[in-house]
């Protein structure tokens, strides 16, 4: 008897000889021939690519009129901003024009009025040196502490 694990010559030799002739491709004597196929008719298929050509046509067309568009309105935009500037240049000439001031009317009597407004109260004039003494109020006292205080010496 034999055991799983050991086989007989014979049967290591077969699918030896199986595994080479499938490998170079050729029918092994134990098998019959296949039946021959039919021959076959390629099924027709459609690219996408005019689909695709038409949608990046569309997309082409809708990008070229947001442009036109954006231009447009930046054609309007610039158009109003000169009108609008153009208006203010002729109101400024206009203003700045020098025109002749009106008559005064006679047929009415003049009357001059008193102001309502306080008197202004004048003041004496200060003529002293804020923060600082002048020279000529120093006395020498303070003079020699001055000239102390800067490091000078007086021989």
């Excluded at 491709?25 to 996408?48: C, I, M, S, V």
């Excluded at 568009?69 to 109101?91: D, N, Y």
């Excluded at 407004?117 to 020279?135: G, I, Q, Y």
């Amino acid at each position: 008897m034999e055991t799983p694990h050991t086989k007989s010559p014979n049967k290591t030799r077969n699918e030896a000889r199986d595994r080479l002739d499938k490998s170079k491709g050729r029918p092994t004597p134990t098998t019959t021939k296949a039946a021959a196929k039919e021959n076959t008719k390629p099924q027709e298929f459609r690219l996408h690519t005019g689909q695709r050509a038409l949608r990046r046509a569309m997309f082409n067309y809708s990008v070229a009129t947001k442009i036109y568009m954006t231009q447009l309105q930046k054609k309007q935009v610039e158009k109003l901003h000169k009108i609008i500037e153009e208006e203010e240049v002729r109101m400024m000439r206009k203003e700045m024009v020098p025109r002749a001031q009106l008559m005064p009317l006679f047929d009415r009597p003049f009357f001059p009025q008193r102001s309502n407004r306080p008197l202004t109260v004048p003041k004496e004039p200060s003529f002293k040196m804020l923060n600082s003494k002048c020279w000529s109020c120093i006395s020498d006292d303070e003079l020699h502490h001055f000239q102390h205080a800067l490091g000078f010496q007086a021989h």
